[in-house]
């Protein structure tokens, strides 16, 4: 029916939001992993003990790899959902896979976050002289 196309095809649009809102973000995390290794890397050359920031990139990791599979699961459950002869209920696995996705990047965010009081920690202990504030003016 009529309705059920249009129906359809807003469900399809909001799919395609919702996948390239998942993707960017996807993207966005794994560049910041790369930015933080490459610090990583450059305070263990200085010999610095990176154990706690390198567990925490590697956490972030799974869970963006996590984030990945479930992006494509999600995919292939709005193909199934829009082929069910009822949507209202065929959108619950979407769903949750959703939600699963949403935690894991959420995961992997706050994994990456954890690791830079770490990074700028050394960074700042190594710059003693070194001011980053501003002087106020009385």
């Given amino acids: 029916s009529k309705l059920r196309e249009d129906i359809e095809k807003k469900i399809e649009k ?5 996948l390239k809102r998942f993707n960017a973000a ?3 995390l794994e560049k ?5 290794e490459s610090r990583i890397a450059k305070l263990k050359s200085e010999g610095r003990n990176t154990t706690e920031a390198e567990r925490l990139v590697a956490e972030a990791k799974i869970q963006i790899g996590e984030a990945e599979a479930g992006i494509v699961k999600v995919e292939t459950a709005f193909e199934t959902a ?9 959108f619950e696995e979407v769903r949750s896979l ?20 770490i990074i700028k ?3 700042t202990s190594s710059n003693v002289n070194a001011s980053t504030s501003v002087p106020t003016v009385q």
Avoid: Q
């Avoid at 909001?14 to 919702?18: C, D, F, S, V």
């Avoid at 910041?32 to 933080?36: H, K, V």
């Fill in 98 to 117: 959703a939600d699963s996705i949403r935690e894991d990047l959420k995961a992997a965010h706050r994994a990456l976050m954890s690791t830079l009081p």
């Fill in 32 to 36: 910041l992993t790369a930015r933080i």
């Fill in 26 to 28: 996807v993207e966005r």
């Fill in 121 to 123: 920690g050394f960074s």
């Fill in 14 to 18: 909001h799919a395609e939001w919702m």
């Fill in 82 to 90: 829009l082929g069910a002869d009822s949507l209202k209920g065929a």
